[in-house]
């Protein structure tokens, strides 16, 4: 082997060694992924920008949250406020709420199959749906109420309508959604 053929190698080993030297002193993390989800603040902060108040859910303590975000409707002049949780059992629940919704934003959120059916939760009439995701969906159109925020920019903000809606969605039982979604529905009795 020539003289430049061994110093490559010997290069590329030398290399090799630093590399993997510093990967076994850098300790692993031994926790499952936890995304940093604190509703609680992101909830604060819609509050001061929203034209309505955001929905919440109380969870428990083995619940996670998988998004908490504000969507100011920069793209379709649609302002929402959507949540999303992950149960102890991986089940999902999830909440989507504007006050400038559209027939296309509702199907934007749900992507439904087949024909929606009329029920009723927590003595609100809302339009059920299945969507692609096999999640059921609780669509409610309720009266809207106004936030009190103060917020010095509300001169830039949508025109909200005088209705809010409220998606509801979840992939768990129906009769356990059916109950998340009536605790969130009567916040606005």
């Known amino acids: 082997m020539s003289q430049s053929a061994k110093a ?3 290069s590329v080993l030398a290399t090799l060694a630093i590399v993997l ?9 031994d ?7 604190d509703v609680a603040v992101a909830e604060e902060e819609v509050a001061k920008v929203a034209p309505f108040v955001p929905a919440s ?10 998004y908490a975000r504000w969507d100011s409707g920069a793209q379709d002049d649609i302002p ?30 749900v992507n439904p ?13 809302v339009t059920r749906w299945v969507g692609e995701d096999e999640h059921i969906y609780f669509v409610a ?13 509300a001169e830039h903000r949508i ?13 768990m039982d129906e009769e356990s959604l059916r109950q998340l979604a009536a605790e969130v529905l009567n916040q606005y009795q």
């Open 8 to 10: 490559m190698t010997y």
């Open 21 to 29: 030297g510093w990967m076994a002193l850098n300790p692993q993390a």
């Open 31 to 37: 926790n499952e992924f936890d995304p940093g989800v």
């Open 57 to 66: 859910l109380n969870t428990s303590d083995t619940w996670r949250a998988n």
């Open 80 to 109: 929402s406020w959507e949540v999303g949780y992950l149960t102890e059992d991986e089940e999902f629940f999830g909440i989507a709420q504007t006050s400038n919704a559209t027939t296309g934003w509702v199907d934007d959120e």
């Open 113 to 125: 199959v087949g024909e929606a059916t009329e029920t009723t939760v927590a003595n609100h009439d």
């Open 141 to 153: 159109e309720l009266e809207q109420q106004a936030n009190s925020n103060e917020n010095a920019q």
């Open 159 to 171: 025109e909200p309508s005088d209705t809010m809606t409220l998606i509801l969605s979840g992939s």
